[in-house]
């Protein structure tokens, strides 16, 4: 699937989507920054999330877009990493969003195998793909202001 626009991963690169998703993994999962920080790079590390994300983020690009272009988009999403970046508030906990983050855990070891069962369910993917909705939408929200 394509992207809002391929200058997407350049202009939000893995690194910068591990920072931005910090808070929102401390404030899901009780653990401080710099565990957080360190797991959220072992999950950019593993491209099927990154890839999750980054078509969730485009969609929610496509619904904020209005009148203005593809690059006046990118531009302002550009903008709003380089500002945000350290300075992220926690995406609003949802149930959605944790089963996210027990997707994030799953995927890089810190939570029992057994979960992937439970994730890979009807209901377990459908919570996914909405928590996925959710973080595209927070995404959006956050770096376009």
Do not use: C, W
């Amino acid at each position: 699937m394509s992207y809002f626009s391929p200058r997407l991963p350049h202009l939000l690169t893995r690194a910068d989507l591990a920072q931005l998703l910090t808070p929102t993994y401390t404030a899901a999962n009780g653990v401080d920054d710099d565990e957080a920080l360190e797991r959220m790079q072992k999950a950019m590390a593993r491209p099927v999330l990154v890839e999750e994300l980054y078509q969730s983020l485009s969609t929610a690009l496509v619904a904020a877009r209005g009148e203005r272009t593809e690059d006046q988009v990118m531009d302002k999403l550009s903008k709003g990493v380089q500002k945000r970046l350290g300075k992220m508030k926690p995406a609003p906990a949802t149930q959605a969003l944790l089963a996210l983050m027990v997707r994030f855990n799953v995927e890089i070891g810190h939570a029992p195998e057994p979960l992937r069962a439970t994730l890979e369910t009807e209901k377990g993917r459908a919570l996914l793909r909405v928590g996925f909705r959710e973080v595209g939408e927070f995404l959006a929200q956050q770096l376009l202001k």
